[in-house]
């Protein structure tokens, strides 16, 4: 009977390691493994910012400093990003490249309780720094991947990715807010979120491996470096009315979407009063959400196209506000359930906002200039980025820094995401209903 078992796990070892083997193989399979690698670090840096900074006597505005300074870094380098990017035969070298940086300023953001007075401001640079190669990174990715997997299997592509990277997304949060709450001084504390770097450093290294694995099918054509090409870029990209369309309308969706980020974490300690667990909690929730709904959202996709199902995610989107107000001033027990089940369903929204972007944005781009037009994308999100989470924080000490003014910021967010949805709307239906109406001869 032990032989039985040694010999069945003997199996499915093997059975497992041959799948993962196989997956490596393709490209859109090292994009899931590396897409779960990426999520790893992201959820060790970013769900712990605030509270390290808290931790070393950051204030409501530093907080939001976190938000605006590495967006105005973003806005400086990403055109140039995007010119560099496609002017290289190999752009998976400019992937390569960012996440070494990215690794190299974590490690530096790490070092910022040893520097005293200095510690918030040298940490909020660094980690802007360390923002800025994401960027680097994303704005490249995105490029690369277009040209490495092709356009029919995008969609289960991005989608595969996309859930299974909640996996990670599942599990850190709860071990890192365990981990966290477990200890009792804020030095210790503290003394975790600098290992958290650390570690992020080191799994960031392993993702340039897996994207060392990749190859490009379908390469764009090297655009060099000139004046001349970036002013026939900027006339590409003024003359091309989907992009343009496109970008004007998912800006507004950006800047709803971007306004209570900090205010947000603000709602969750002071008013909800969650602590390390309880927001580890929290973002399980929001992982598991997503995890569950990405295959619901890729079959709308695969129906109706991308567009509008984003429609219905930005719609949930809207939830997070109204959860969060109706919920800081309850005194039941339930309450954090009820803010739970609402943070849940917002989620949802959050995972196809994620997925459809990206999509949609590449179905406006044609291969000429293709990089140059993404990073004009992320500058005026970056733009959004830099600015709404400072304006949510500005409203909210504005109107008295109470709960009073904590619920009237909210209530304004959740009417501009109302809004932001219904202009998508208008957006699809210029671009795709009636364009299937005019084609039908309706």
């Known amino acids: 009977m032990v032989k039985f078992i040694i010999n069945r796990f003997k199996t499915e070892i093997s059975d497992r390691a041959f799948i993962i083997k196989k997956m490596l193989s393709t490209n859109s399979g090292v994009y899931v493994f590396e897409g779960i ?46 010119i560099v990017a496609d002017s290289l035969k190999n752009k998976k070298k400019m992937v390569m490249f960012s996440l070494a940086m990215m690794a190299f300023f974590y490690l530096a953001a790490m070092t910022s309780p040893f520097l005293g007075d200095l510690r918030i401001v040298w940490f909020i640079v660094m980690y802007s720094f360390s923002a800025g190669m994401f960027t680097m990174y994303n704005v490249s990715w995105q490029s690369f991947f277009s040209e490495a997997v092709p356009v029919g299997e995008r969609n289960r592509t991005l989608s595969s990715r996309q859930r299974w990277r909640t996996v990670p997304g599942m599990l850190l949060p709860i071990i890192t807010g365990a981990v966290l709450s477990s200890l009792p001084a804020v030095e210790s504390k503290i003394k975790a979120h600098q290992a958290f770097f650390v570690i992020s450093a080191a799994v960031t290294i392993f993702q340039i491996l897996l994207i060392n694995r990749l190859k490009s099918d379908a390469p764009a054509p090297v655009i060099k470096v000139s004046f001349a090409n970036l002013k026939k870029a900027v006339s590409a990209l003024v003359k091309n009315k989907k992009f343009l369309f496109f970008c004007g309308t998912i800006l507004i969706c950006y800047m709803a979407f971007q306004f209570d980020w900090t205010l947000y974490f603000i709602g969750m300690t002071r008013y909800l009063e969650l602590n390390e667990a309880l927001i580890g909690v929290t973002i399980l929730t929001e992982a598991m959400a997503s995890f569950l709904s990405i295959k619901f959202w890729s079959r709308m996709n695969e129906k109706y196209g991308a567009t509008l199902p984003l429609f219905f995610g930005l719609l949930l989107i809207g939830v997070f506000p109204l959860t969060i107000m109706t919920t800081a001033n309850m005194v039941s027990g339930a309450r954090f359930y009820l803010f739970l089940a609402g943070h849940a369903l917002a989620s949802a929204g959050m995972a196809c906002f994620w997925l459809n972007v990206i999509q949609c944005l590449l179905t406006t781009l044609t291969n000429e200039y293709r990089t140059i037009s993404i990073s004009a994308f992320c500058v005026l999100t970056s733009l959004s980025n830099a600015l709404m989470p400072l304006t949510g924080v500005a409203l909210y000490n504005k109107f008295g820094a109470d709960l009073k003014a904590f619920q009237t910021v909210c209530l304004i967010i959740l009417l501009f995401r109302l809004f932001a949805a219904g202009l998508w709307l208008f957006r699809w239906y210029m671009t795709e209903k009636r364009v299937v109406k005019t084609d039908a001869g309706v």
Do not use: E, K
């Open 37 to 82: 690698v990426c999520t790893l670090t992201l959820n060790l840096v970013l769900n712990n910012n605030y509270l390290f900074l808290t931790r070393m006597g950051a204030s409501d505005y530093q907080l939001s400093f976190i938000q605006m300074t590495p967006h105005l870094l973003n806005m400086a380098i990403l055109i140039p990003i995007g």
